[in-house]
């Protein structure tokens, strides 16, 4: 009887530590990170959802939104109807729920792990990005074929080659750049020019 209940309890140890393993595992990005997280300071995070003229009627999508700021400002600071964080890492999601937390936003954002160039955003009326310039022009068909005409784009940093902005401003030294969605996108899209 002694070696049996000693054979359960050491079944129930390993059990116990290989779960911890196997919830790290399923969480683990499905692909490294295009780009290493670096936070955009909270003021190009405002000055990019007022160029995008964010309101009560938007629904706000932070493609590789790291810690969440500026999904849960898009809600808590200019009203929008709903915010949605896309990224790759599970640790930024992590953040992302945390921070939506702390500021008690919950019921109004939404954080997706998965790869930004692959996620459904067709119900976005507002797109932010803090990439790279190359990563933007890679994203740029997707944007075309899924997002309606006049959904407003806004870039920290970042360009979209040849693709001009409609704006461009400075915040802090920072260069920020908004777009919005042309009514030939899916045209453009299809005809290959990126």
């Known amino acids: 009887m002694r070696v049996r209940t000693a054979s359960l309890a050491c079944l129930l140890l390993l059990a116990t530590l290989a779960l911890p393993a196997a919830a790290q595992q399923s969480q683990a990005p499905t692909r490294e990170p295009d780009v290493i997280f670096v936070p955009t300071p909270q003021e190009v995070v405002d000055g990019m959802l007022k160029l995008a003229g964010v309101g009560p009627?938007?629904?706000v999508y932070d493609l590789g939104c790291g810690d969440g700021r500026t999904v849960v400002t898009a809600v808590k600071k200019f009203g929008a109807l709903r915010a949605v964080g896309v990224d790759i890492d599970p640790e930024r999601i992590a953040d992302s729920n945390a921070t939506a937390k702390e500021a008690g936003v919950t019921d109004k954002v939404k954080f997706i792990q998965g790869d930004l160039f692959e996620a459904d955003i067709k119900e976005a009326t507002v797109v932010t990005l803090y990439l790279l310039t190359s990563l933007n022009q890679k994203l740029r068909p997707k944007l075309w074929?899924?997002?309606r005409p006049g959904t407003r784009i806004v870039s920290h940093a970042?360009?979209?080659?040849?693709?001009?902005?409609?704006?461009?401003e400075d915040?802090?030294?920072?260069?920020?750049?908004?777009?919005?969605?042309?009514?030939d996108a899916k045209a453009r899209a299809g005809a290959g020019q990126k």
Do not use: A, S
């Open 171 to 183: 915040v802090d030294g920072r260069k920020i750049y908004f777009w919005t969605i042309p009514n």
């Open 57 to 59: 009627k938007d629904i």
């Open 145 to 147: 074929l899924e997002l």
């Open 158 to 168: 970042f360009d979209m080659g040849d693709w001009q902005p409609e704006k461009t």
